[in-house]
């Protein structure tokens, strides 16, 4: 679905699927605080969609020059973009909360529609799940932190 910012002519878009999205809770957990279960699915379409974006086709006679992810909810539309034909777009990932890692049973690997081909520790793969925030660490040559100016503890000294 498409609209706009208000008072402006800014587009702003909406993946409009209630079987994914219409549900108690938040979008990241249900009214008692649980993932919802099938969360890889969810912020997968997200992702797919975003990086639709950066395409040579773009979406809705719109294309990207640069695809924006945040946390691991977003972080697949990098990957999208990394493996995918037609990409035209740069990404950038920002990590706002580390503690959310997005990890999935591996079995998850497979309705990303990446291929099972990138499931191995030097890719997908952390400890026998599928951990999004370490793929982006390895997927990314540049990632932004928000912090509170100090840099994180688990940041290597080089930096």
């Not at 950038?92 to 990138?118: K, P």
């Amino acid at each position: 679905m498409k609209g706009h910012l208000p008072g402006s002519r800014v587009p702003v878009y909406l993946v409009h699927c209630p079987a994914l999205y219409d549900r108690p809770g938040n979008p990241y957990s249900d009214q008692h605080g649980q993932d919802h279960p099938d969360n890889a699915i969810r912020f997968g379409v997200l992702s797919k969609v975003a990086a639709m974006f950066g395409t040579r086709e773009g979406l809705d006679g719109w294309r990207a020059d640069v695809v924006h992810g945040h946390d691991w909810h977003c972080g697949l539309a990098s990957a999208y973009l990394k493996f995918g034909d037609h990409s035209t777009a740069a990404s950038v990932f920002t990590i706002h909360n580390l503690a959310h890692q997005g990890v999935f049973d591996g079995g998850a690997m497979f309705v990303t529609g990446l291929g099972h081909e990138h499931y191995h520790p030097g890719e997908f793969e952390h400890f026998g799940a599928l951990n999004l925030i370490m793929v982006l660490s390895w997927l990314m040559l540049a990632i932004s932190l928000v912090t509170d100016g100090q840099p994180p503890l688990w940041l290597p000294p080089l930096f």
